[in-house]
């Protein structure tokens, strides 16, 4: 009897010292005290011989023996693991530079866009944004296009839902009217924003695009200030030292022109540009229209003011060499990367 419990306290000793060094000897371990033939099977078949008062005792230290081998076994398999994940970044150099991910670069149309941008900031234009989902009066009546009038041909417009009321801004001479209703002069403006036509998509036109609206309005503004601010920038986009102003028509300005800057045709990228003509046609431009400002509630008699829209991507188009503006909606990667700018 005294055997049994010499025995089990021999093993158990064995149990919390044992030091295997490798999964092998490990696994030796788990066999030894866990296995189906363990070494504490006999050990339980010798309860049998111990006298009853003391059978309790017994029974308590065999489990202790069964606990102990187990937790011993947890304990060293989960070393075992730990180090195996730490081998697996042995060969790992920490001091290694990191592998660069690619960076983005800037989208063509952003590129001239923020071009456009910056050289009118530059003259005192702040800029000003608005709503792309925009009401019929804000978009048409109040730009002095009323219903029925015949230049809403000009722009196909997408209305919401079958709704008379509410449309996809056509363009972004939608903002002046919206700043002019909150704004008291002087007002120097410039809207940049995605407008939206119902246009069939094609190499040469898209349903929805990008434009840039300029806006001033002061006392005593006049035709004179719209071809100077014009010129100026004409010179800081495209490096022209010519423009020329075409009449033209919009409902919201009197009178209209288009801007066409001169590239001249002596290198290969300018007679590109201006299809051998050396002009190159820009933008629409005006005196705003005294009832675009009455529309607003602004005194025509006390304030004038010109106006001017252009399309970014026709822009892009031309600056790039690009044949197709549906490139520049596709958003392929292979494509984006190309363009580098500081814009
Ligand atoms: N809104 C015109 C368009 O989309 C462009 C434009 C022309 C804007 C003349 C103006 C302007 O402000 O004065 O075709």
């Known amino acids: 009897m005294l055997d049994s419990f010499e025995a089990a306290q021999a093993i158990l000793k064995d149990i919390e010292t044992a030091n295997p060094e490798s999964k092998e000897a490990l696994e030796q371990y788990r066999i030894q005290y866990l296995g189906t033939k363990n070494v504490l099977k006999p050990l339980f078949e010798h309860m049998k011989t111990i006298p009853n008062e003391r059978k309790k005792e017994y029974g308590q230290l065999m489990n202790t023996l069964k606990q102990a081998a187990e937790n011993k076994f947890n304990e060293l398999k989960s070393q075992f693991e730990d180090q195996a994940d730490s ?164 409902p919201f300005t009197e009178p209209s022109a288009e801007m066409d800057v001169y590239l001249g045709t002596d290198t290969e990228k300018t007679y590109r540009l201006t299809k051998g003509t050396g002009w190159l046609e820009i933008l629409g431009c005006g005196m705003v229209d005294p009832q675009v400002l009455e529309n607003c509630g602004i005194d025509s008699t006390k304030y004038s003011g010109f106006a001017f829209g252009m399309g970014v991507e026709r822009q892009a188009l031309r600056l790039y060499n690009i044949g197709d503006i549906r490139l520049l909606f596709e958003n392929d990667i292979r494509f984006l990367k190309q363009f580098e700018s500081t814009y």
Request: charged share 20%; net charge negative.
């Open 87 to 250: 081998n697996k970044y042995a060969d790992l150099d920490l001091s290694a530079p990191a592998a660069l991910s690619d960076l983005g670069s800037r989208h063509p149309v952003s590129i001239v866009m923020n071009k456009i941008i910056s050289i009118f900031q530059k003259i005192g234009f702040v800029v000003a944004e608005d709503r792309e989902i925009e009401d019929d009066w804000h978009n048409f009546t109040a730009m002095n296009t009323p219903e029925d009038h015949p230049a809403r041909d000009m722009q196909d417009t997408y209305y919401l839902m079958n709704s008379t009321e509410f449309l996809l801004r056509t363009h972004t001479s939608s903002v002046q009217s919206r700043v002019m209703m909150h704004q008291k002069p002087p007002i120097r403006i410039i809207a940049p924003g995605r407008v939206y036509r119902n246009e069939t998509i094609s190499a040469r036109s898209h349903c929805q695009f990008h434009q840039v609206e300029g806006l001033y309005i002061d006392e005593n503004v006049s035709f004179a200030d719209l071809k100077q601010t014009l010129l100026y920038f004409a010179q800081e986009m495209y490096g022209a030292s010519n423009i020329r102003l075409r009449p033209s028509y919009f």
